[in-house]
């Protein structure tokens, strides 16, 4: 036996238009396509765009990566605004914008070197950061004067790798950043 969906000449054909994706997330675009034809067999048997919209109501669905500060790929729930001014600078490749996230005096350790001041951090985030990817994996712990953060960074022409970076902060500068790798 088989099904023959039913068409309703008088039923009239809406269009619905779903924004383009940048990388969705493993599983979502399956998740979508199996709601999708979820939504198309609810509909198939309507007469009407009101059983076509109540159909569609039902099924909420988000595509998209959860980015909190609404403007960065990097950005993962609760990171410190003074951490977060840092890793979109790395992934918006500004190098002025990274510079002033640090206090004048502000310190980089990178795993057993130190950098200090911004001079020193420029040279070394113009020679061996700018051009990477950082994204927030996770707030590891949360301090009153800043937080630890599980990053994936990614050097240019690398896979990259995780890693902890540890944020001190003073006002809305940071003062060091811990960055130790695993």
Same mark, same amino acid.
């Given at each position: 036996?088989?099904?023959?969906?039913?068409?309703?000449?008088?039923?009239?054909?809406?269009?619905?238009?779903?924004?383009? *994706?940048?990388?969705?997330?493993?599983?979502?675009?399956?998740?979508?396509?199996? *709601?999708?034809?979820?939504?198309?067999?609810?509909?198939?048997?309507?007469?009407?765009?009101?059983?076509?919209?109540?159909?569609?109501d039902r099924i909420t669905?988000?595509?998209?990566?959860?980015?909190?500060?609404?403007?960065?790929?990097?950005?993962?729930?609760?990171?410190?605004?003074?951490?977060?001014?840092?890793?979109?600078?790395?992934?918006?490749?500004? *190098?002025?914008?990274?510079?002033?996230?640090?206090?004048?005096?502000? &310190?980089?350790?990178?795993?057993?070197?130190?950098?200090?001041?911004?001079?020193?951090?420029?040279?070394?985030?113009?020679? &061996?950061?700018?051009?990477g990817t950082l994204r927030?994996?996770?707030?590891?712990?949360?301090?009153?004067?800043?937080?630890?953060?599980?990053?994936?960074?990614?050097?240019?022409?690398?896979?990259?790798?995780?890693?902890?970076?540890?944020?001190?902060?003073?006002? &809305?500068?940071?003062?060091?950043?811990? *960055?130790?790798?695993?």
């Open positions: 036996m088989r099904i023959q969906p039913v068409h309703r000449p008088s039923a009239r054909r809406r269009i619905v238009s779903v924004p383009r *994706l940048r990388r969705p997330a493993a599983g979502t675009v399956t998740t979508a396509l199996l *709601l999708a034809g979820a939504l198309a067999v609810s509909a198939c048997g309507a007469g009407s765009d009101d059983a076509v919209r109540a159909a569609a669905v988000d595509l998209a990566p959860a980015s909190p500060s609404g403007t960065s790929p990097g950005a993962a729930t609760g990171v410190a605004a003074a951490a977060q001014a840092y890793v979109d600078a790395v992934n918006a490749r500004d *190098l002025d914008a990274l510079v002033t996230s640090f206090a004048r005096d502000g &310190e980089i350790v990178d795993v057993r070197r130190s950098i200090r001041g911004h001079d020193a951090i420029r040279a070394w985030a113009d020679n &061996e950061v700018i051009g927030v994996v996770s707030v590891v712990e949360n301090r009153a004067d800043g937080q630890r953060l599980l990053v994936h960074w990614a050097p240019s022409g690398s896979s990259g790798w995780r890693a902890h970076y540890d944020f001190t902060v003073r006002g &809305e500068r940071i003062v060091k950043a811990d *960055l130790q790798y695993a």
